[in-house]
């Protein structure tokens, strides 16, 4: 008899530690740039994207694993009679979902639970550790993956963008749009709601304002939130800027955990620097 394998892609944006402590196994996804691809988190840095785009005044592509690749992953735990259960970053944003599915097809490998988020990282990574949490205790895959789908829509994801640059560089925001937008120092929180981004509040000012105002205008959310954990999920930025963040979520006294993690290269590319989120599960 095997084990319950949790697996997951790199856009889950969990740190190492967290990856160890909850034995998560992740697939990374690939960072195309001069058309050389990279590993993300393996053999590319956010800080290495930040350079490269900037150079290039444009985003480096990405892309799930292929099926092969797939495959590698999936056959020792077929062999091993383990049962997987995969929570992967949503569909409507990329396709290592049914990559997973059409992997596990030609394996003939019918013990593969997948799991799509609808949402991305580390509100990817709140239901990996749930599901991590219910394997644990001894649930079944079926249990687990009835749990984890239950409350998807329960994960509150948002993130302030501090520049929308990169989104313009890879066709996500009109250029004139964020060439006004960065001129006029307006940085837009966007949400995740239903598997897609959308603009909810524009903030104005310097960063350390706009992430004040961004973590004070949860408060009300915050407190009525699932308080097991709460994440501050940031791309490369200076952590004088998180600190304050972090600080104001300890004085609520609320969570149990606060963790802090660094967002990879996948949301890197398509953010930029100095963006930052909280993302926790509603109660």
């Not at 929570?87 to 049914?98: A, L, P």
Request: charged share 25%.
């Amino acid at each position: 008899m095997g084990k319950i394998v949790i697996m997951t892609d790199s856009t889950v944006d969990l740190s190492k530690e967290l990856i160890d402590k909850y034995s998560i196994e992740v697939i990374p996804l690939y960072i195309v740039m001069d058309e050389k691809s990279y590993s993300d988190g393996i053999d590319i840095t956010p800080e290495e994207i930040i350079e490269w785009s900037n150079a290039n005044k444009t985003t480096p592509k990405t892309a799930a694993a292929g099926i092969e690749e797939t495959i590698k992953y999936l056959q020792p735990h077929k062999d091993a009679g383990d049962e997987v259960i995969y929570i992967g970053i949503s569909e409507d944003m990329s396709t290592t979902c049914n990559v997973i599915r059409l992997a596990a097809s030609d394996l003939e490998y019918d013990r593969v639970f997948v799991i799509n988020s609808m949402n991305l990282s580390t509100g990817i990574g709140l239901q990996v550790i749930r599901a991590a949490e219910l394997a644990a205790e001894g649930k079944s895959a079926e249990e687990i993956y009835e749990a984890v789908n239950s409350v998807r829509d329960k994960v509150r994801a948002s993130f302030v963008v501090d520049t929308l640059t990169f989104l313009a560089r890879g066709g996500r925001c009109n250029a004139v749009t964020a060439l006004l937008a960065n001129t006029l120092q307006l940085k837009p929180r966007i949400e995740v709601k239903m598997g897609k981004m959308g603009v909810g509040t524009k903030y104005r000012g310097k960063t350390a304002k706009v992430l004040k105002n961004y973590v004070e205008d949860m408060r009300e959310d915050l407190l009525k939130a699932d308080k097991r954990r709460v994440f501050v999920t940031y791309s490369v930025m200076d952590h004088a800027l998180v600190e304050p963040v972090v600080e104001y979520l300890k004085e609520l006294d609320y969570f149990d955990e606060i963790l802090e993690t660094q967002a990879g290269g996948v949301i890197t590319s398509h953010c930029g620097p100095a963006t930052l989120g909280v993302l926790f599960y509603d109660s």
